[in-house]
């Protein structure tokens, strides 16, 4: 970087330091020796742009510059899985929860079928909500993963060790296998439940236009047929929180737990 006194052409009186082209915000641009072009930034603005700049640097160099290890990373995956387990199993309940108020439709056709036509109508709004998080939830869980695998790989390029490198990577093989049975299941999960709900929304047009005792049993097998998809729903649920779990429990490092209160008691106790 070369500074230079000269007055600049466009931009006023003062001196200027010279760049290379497109490092800086281009204010005015002058043809330097030998055809190389500079840009010509005020050196007031170099100073200022420091004097900001330092604290930024020397913050980061504080704080970002040691990335997670694979350990937190690892932690932080798990987390996920257990949200999403936790997620999975609210929309677990509320698929039963819609089948029933659906079934009742059909049980009280002749008495009160209004009531229960709103109970499903609530309920299948409220499951299809559900699933938008139980989604959002295995995408953040993906994510973290990812992350996770990401830095396993960087991990292995530091490991000089063959030996010990082999064993790494024979290990992660088999956590990425666990993680692929998972993938797998969300997919199945979430195929099983879209085809699932399209039923159910037709049925609900189907009953907002005639919801009278003949207009319910026209449609009864089909609700009965739409009890049977749920059962299959559920299971595919039930099978992606198991493949999870599993691999939830393939990442967990174990800690210590913490002394009963009792136990802690009859130890004092013998002590004296």
Request: with cysteine; hydrophobic share 35%; aromatic share 6%.
């Amino acid at each position: 970087m070369r500074a230079d006194t000269r007055q600049g052409r466009n931009r006023g009186s003062g001196p200027y330091v010279r760049f290379p082209p497109r490092t800086m915000l281009e204010w005015s641009e002058t043809l330097g020796p030998h055809g190389i072009r500079y840009l010509e930034v005020p050196v007031g603005f170099v100073r200022t742009a420091a004097i900001l700049l330092v604290p930024c640097v020397i913050a980061f160099a504080a704080s970002g510059c040691v990335s997670p290890s694979g350990q937190q990373r690892a932690q932080v995956t798990t987390t996920e899985m257990g949200a999403y387990s936790t997620q999975a199993a609210t929309l677990h309940k509320l698929v039963d929860q819609t089948v029933e108020s659906l079934n009742k439709i059909v049980s009280e056709r002749a008495t009160n079928p209004r009531a229960h036509y709103d109970a499903f109508s609530k309920s299948l709004v409220a499951m299809e909500q559900q699933m938008g998080r139980t989604a959002s939830s295995a995408k953040r869980m993906n994510a973290k993963g990812d992350a996770y695998f990401q830095t396993w790989d960087l991990e292995l390029g530091t490991i000089t060790n063959l030996e010990i490198r082999k064993r790494s990577e024979a290990r992660r093989s088999e956590v990425m296998a666990a993680y692929a049975k998972v993938d797998v299941a969300q997919q199945a999960q979430k195929d099983t439940f879209d085809k699932f709900v399209a039923n159910l929304r037709d049925l609900h047009k189907c009953l907002r236009t005639d919801l009278t005792p003949l207009g319910i049993s026209a449609v009864t097998d089909l609700i009965e047929k739409a009890g049977v998809e749920a059962k299959h729903v559920k299971a595919k649920i039930d099978t992606a929180v198991k493949e999870v779990e599993a691999m939830r429990a393939s990442l967990n490092v174990p800690a210590p737990q913490p002394t009963p209160a009792n136990q802690t008691k009859n130890t004092e106790t013998n002590s004296k």
